[in-house]
């Protein structure tokens, strides 16, 4: 999660909202990515899928079944989505998103029925620092 | 719908499941794409996620407001959030998807009191053809 956080910050730096993701296999970092929509004139281009997308690149496969993503905000329904597509094993995130999130806000993708594909879940990691970097992006454009 | 179909029947001809995506801009085509997850290493690579990125490419903007998608098949969670996060005016979709579909299935996504952009819908157009592909590619894999 150090990393992600550390990819939030570069977010932030770029004036984007302070997200970071990172896929990891085995220990090992496969994929690190900030939030940057705005930055490369991309809708999709949050930091859970620019992450996914490069560890599919990566490893030349479009299913990460033995990748676990850490990131640094509750995943929305796109990126929930997303995750469950790429057959990520474990998730680990930090802060809540009471607006946007679709684990364990709005739609609650992963437990509605028709999802294909579950990752085990671990909410609240590094969220306090997360929300931290959130507040004050969000704080200085007031 | 006839472009998104075609590169629905492109997207079979490649191996991929057919879904074809088309954005439409005051009448002109912005992007089109078909469905190609496997072919690019890319969990993410769905018919409408190429196209909304392909569109904001050539527009220069991470939001398109005044275009609409066009898509053979229900939007999943994963695209029924990026079109949410692209300002997309009006969505035009073929077939139910009654697996994967979020629109009038599973997370029903833009029906959320969470959601933040929902687009006119306009659900069956060209619907018989697009399953039609749909049935035939399956049918062919078993």
Known sequence: MR??????????????????????????VIAVAANAPRTLCDPTAHAEIL?????????????LEDCDLWVTLE???????????????????????????????????????TCHHRPELFAGIGATEAAALLRAFFAARR
């Open 3 to 28: 990393a992600a956080l550390d990819a939030a910050r570069a977010a932030a730096a770029a004036g984007e909202v302070p997200v970071g993701a990172v896929v990891v296999r085995g220990g090992e």
């Open 51 to 63: 992450a996914l997308r490069a560890a599919a690149t990566a490893l030349a496969r479009d299913r």
């Open 75 to 113: 995943p929305c329904a796109m990126c929930a989505g997303a995750i469950a597509h790429a057959r990520i094993a474990r998730l680990y995130y930090g802060a809540d998103d009471m607006k946007g999130g679709a684990v364990e806000h709005g739609p609650r993708f992963f437990a509605q029925p």
